[in-house]
C-alpha cells in the first residue's frame, strides 16, 4: 500500500557548484510504500488513517522550516533518508514493514530509498 | 504495460470503527500492468485498446455501484483482488502476464496486488 | 532516482488495422530511472540538471518530428527501446546505471523497457 502527503521547505545545498548552493526551496512530495498481510478482519493491511497520521507526525518536522537546520546537506536523497528513519521508528509497533520512501522535488524529479 | 482507468463507486466498510462504516464513496483509479513479449510483426505487447476493452469490461460491474452488494467488506484490498481475478479470466487469451493491479482510492492513497 | 520530460511528436502504425494506421500524435512523457551509489560529497547519485541535460539531448531528435522518418514501426515500445539507446551511450561516462525508461502515450497508458 502506499500513501503519499506534500510539504514546502526551503534549502541550499552547501558543497553544489551552481545556483541550488542558494537558498530556494520547494513543494516536496512524499510517498511511502508498506507491504505486509491483509488482516482477515479488517480487510486491510493498515488504515490509510492511522498511516497518513504516521506520514504527517514524521513530516512535521520538515513542513515550513530551513531544511539546512535539520540536515548539513539536504539533498534529496539525505531528506528521504532521514524520513525513512522516522517511519521507521514509527512503524516497529504495526504488521507493515517499509518497502521504499520516495521523494519528488518539484513535480518531475525522485529520489526513492528502499 | 500498464493502463489506468476510473470509476466511481459507494462503498462502507462494516467491520470499521469510525466515519468509513458510513454509506460514502470515492472515485477509484485502478491501473493495470502487464508483461510480456513484443510482438516482431505489431511491435508491441498488446494493442492499447484491446487491453482498455478488457479492462472496461471488468470495470462495468463496479462502476456506479454500490460496492457492498459485491463484496461483504469492499476495502481497497478486497477491490482490488477483486478486479485482478477479473482480468486473469479475460487475458489468459492473450500472451500478456498481469503483473499488478494498483486501486487508488482517492488521488493519494493506494494498495497493489501482485 | 527519476525524471521525467514531455515531448510532442506525429507517428502513424503502418502494421495496424485501424485508426492508429493513420497519421496522429501524442504528448509523450518519459521517465528515466536510474540507481547507484549517493556520492559522499556532493550528497547525491546524480545531478538532477545533468541528468535533465542528458535526457533532452536524447529527446532533441523526436521532439515536434514525425516520428515515422525515425522508426519503421514507432510503436511506444519501439520509441522507448530508441530512447533507453540514446541514454545508455550517454551514461556510460557516469556512475549511475539505467534501470528502466517509461513512456507514456498520452496520459493514462505507458510502457516500460528495462
Known amino acids: ?3 503519499s502527503l506534500e510539504f514546502d521547505a ?14 530556494h526551496g520547494h513543494t516536496y512530495e ?3 510504500v508498506l507491504e505486509g498481510p491483509v488482516d482477515d478482519g479488517s480487510g486491510f493491511l493498515m488504515d490509510f488513517y492511522d498511516l497518513k497520521q504516521i506520514l504527517k507526525s514524521v513530516l512535521e518536522e520538515l513542513d515550513h522550516r530551513d531544511l539546512n537546520e535539520i540536515l548539513a546537506n539536504p539533498t ?4 528521504a ?6 517511519l521507521e521508528d514509527r512503524l516497529i509497533a504495526t504488521p507493515a514493514v517499509l518497502v521504499s520512501v520516495k521523494l519528488w522535488e518539484g513535480k518531475n524529479k525522485w529520489v526513492m530509498v528502499e
Chains 1, 2, 3 share one sequence.
Not at 534529496?76 to 531528506?79: D, S, V, Y
Open 1 to 3: 500500500m502506499g500513501l
Open 10 to 23: 526551503a534549502h541550499r545545498l552547501p558543497n553544489y557548484d551552481g545556483k541550488c548552493a542558494r537558498v
Open 30 to 32: 512524499v510517498e511511502v
Open 76 to 79: 534529496a536523497e539525505r531528506i
Open 81 to 86: 533518508e532521514h524520513i525513512k528513519a522516522g
